[in-house]
C-alpha cells in the first residue's frame, strides 16, 4: 500500500480548493485499506486506554464536509474499536431555542470531552462561518446586539468570528485538549453519484432531503467559505486536514492514520504508575485474595 505521509495533507499554508484533488491512490485493494484500518484504529484503541488512565489530555476531533462525504461512515469505521466510555459523538443539527439563547459557541463548549476521553463533532463550531455565510439571514436567529437585519452583518463581522474561534481553540488547546479537523474533500460529481444512490436504494431513502439539492446548488459559495475557514484558522495547535474523500474507504484510512501519528508524537502519555503505598503490598493483597472463602 502506498504511503501517504499526514503532513502531506495538513494545511500549513494556503490552500485552494481546486487545486487539491478529491481522490487519492492508495494503490491498495479495498480489502488491503480494511486491513490497514483495522490495525489503526486498534493503536488508536490501546493508546486511548492508556490516555484514559494518564487523565491529562483530550482529543477533539472535528469532522466537516459537503453532504454525502461520508462523516456518519467515518466515524462508525475508525472508532468502532474503541471502549464506548473513550468516544463521545456530538451532531451539531440547527440550534434549538435554548442554544440560540447562548453565543453561538456554548453548545460546543459545554460537548467538549473529558480528560482520558475523545470527542468527535460531526459538523462542528464552523457551521457558524459555513452554513450562516452562505444563508445570512440565520444569523438574525442569534439575537445578537448590533444586527438588525443582514446589511449589518459586515466582513469585520466575520473577521471577529474568525477571531473568536481560534481564540476558543487555542484557550481549550492550552488546556490539554488536542485538537484535529478533518476536511472530508467531496468532487461534485462523487456527491451527485452519491444522492442518486440514496434515491435509487429505498433503505436509504431515509437519508434524503429536497434541501440537499438545494444547498448543493450553492457548491461554489461552499467552496468558498471552506477555503477561507481553513485558511483563516489551521494553526499549529488546531491543524486542518484536507482528506481526498470520493473513495470512504480511503478517507478512513488516511483520517485514522493522522490521529495515530499525531497522538504518537506525544510522549508524556504513559499508564500511571502504582502508588508506591499500594505496591509494597501486592503480594499481601493477592493472598487475602486467594484465601478469601466464598
Known amino acids: 500500500m502506498r504511503n501517504i505521509a499526514s503532513e502531506s495533507l495538513k494545511v500549513t499554508e494556503p490552500i485552494s480548493l481546486k487545486e487539491i484533488s478529491t481522490s487519492i491512490d492508495l494503490e491498495a485493494s479495498e480489502k488491503k485499506k ?3 484500518l483495522n490495525k489503526l484504529r486498534e493503536k488508536l484503541s490501546k493508546h486511548q486506554d492508556i490516555m484514559y488512565a494518564h487523565n491529562k489530555y483530550s482529543v477533539l476531533i472535528c469532522l466537516q464536509g459537503m453532504d454525502t ?3 456518519d461512515s467515518l466515524i462508525r469505521e475508525v472508532f468502532k474499536e474503541f ?3 473513550g468516544v463521545v459523538v456530538h451532531s451539531f443539527k440547527t440550534p434549538s431555542k435554548l442554544e440560540l439563547q447562548h453565543d453561538y459557541l456554548w453548545r460546543h463548549v459545554i ?5 482520558g476521553k475523545y470527542g468527535v463533532f460531526n459538523r462542528t463550531h464552523y457551521e457558524n462561518v459555513l452554513v450562516t455565510r452562505v444563508h445570512p439571514s440565520y444569523i ?6 448590533g444586527i438588525n437585519s443582514i446589511e449589518d452583518i459586515t466582513e469585520e463581522f466575520w473577521e471577529k468570528r474568525f477571531d473568536q474561534i481560534n481564540n476558543f481553540e487555542k484557550q481549550i488547546s492550552e488546556n490539554g485538549t488536542i485538537i484535529l479537523k478533518f476536511f472530508l474533500h467531496l468532487g461534485k460529481e462523487e456527491q451527485r453519484q ?4 440514496r434515491l435509487n436504494k429505498a433503505k436509504h431513502n431515509w437519508k434524503f432531503s429536497p434541501g440537499d439539492l438545494k444547498e448543493r446548488g450553492r457548491w461554489d459559495d461552499y467552496q468558498k467559505y471552506y477555503e477561507e ?42 499508564e500511571p504508575e502504582l502508588d508506591e503505598s499500594i505496591s509494597q503490598h501486592i503480594l499481601m493483597y493477592k493472598d487475602m485474595l486467594s484465601k478469601e472463602v466464598i
Request: charged share 30%; no cysteine; net charge positive.
Open 194 to 197: 452519491r444522492l442518486l444512490r
Open 83 to 85: 471502549n464506548p466510555r
Open 34 to 36: 480494511d486491513k490497514e
Open 111 to 115: 460537548a467538549l470531552p473529558q480528560r
Open 229 to 270: 475557514a481553513i485558511n483563516k484558522t489551521s494553526k499549529p495547535h488546531a491543524p486542518w486536514y484536507v482528506i481526498p474523500s470520493d473513495n470512504k474507504e480511503t478517507a478512513r484510512v488516511l483520517v485514522a492514520k493522522a490521529i495515530l501519528e499525531r497522538m504518537e508524537q506525544i510522549t508524556d502519555i504513559q
Open 140 to 145: 438574525l436567529g442569534e439575537n445578537i446586539p
Open 69 to 71: 462525504a461520508g462523516k
